[in-house]
């Protein structure tokens, strides 16, 4: 786990994303061009909508505020290692989408009250900052074996969703919060979304 930390610490959060995109280009330059050119924009339209909507699904079971939720029914590649960071999400708004290959690149709109990362002076111990922070981050879309799409590991900018620490093995920055002080606060940001 730390070993793969330090290499996620190693490479910048764009070159995961330029790796990606690497990849879904050499992918798209394999396929042949056999689509009339009048029904490939109809489909990559269907397929953008169809990964926004996936990871709309995705995003709304990752709010802070909704009981714990399994997303294992939405991943399509399973992230083989820990984030730096995880992000406790109030709000979400998905923006835009791009085909690339077979993959699709959507971007949402995060607002975070939190974030999370591993303590860097106590072992099995986490370090919270409690905040209120809006961030465009973007997330690589795959389609599954049964058709359906799925988000591939963590958003391009190397950050998780949820959180690992309960309060007693939590270092809270400012101190005194607790997860269902944040959870309250995120609740509120919601309310005020909606009114």
Known sequence: MTRHLRLA??????????????????NREEQPASLEEDVAPVRQEARSLEAESQ???FLEISTITTPHATRDSLWACDPDYLAEFYLAVAEYRVLTSTVYGD???????????????LHPHV??????KVRIRTDTLHWVM???RDGTWGVCEYSVEGYGLGH???????????????WGRVRLMADSIQKGATS
């Not at 690992?164 to 607790?178: C, I, L, N, R, V």
């Open 123 to 128: 072992t099995y111990g986490y370090l919270t």
């Open 164 to 178: 690992y620490g309960k309060d007693d093995d939590t270092e809270w920055d400012p101190a005194g919060w607790s």
């Open 142 to 144: 795959k389609p599954r």
């Open 55 to 57: 990871l709309r699904a």
């Open 103 to 117: 993959s699709v690149v959507v971007a949402a709109e995060v607002v975070s009250v939190a974030e999370e990362t």
């Open 9 to 26: 610490r190693m490479i910048p959060p764009t070159t995961f994303l330029w790796l990606a995109l690497a990849c879904a280009e050499a």
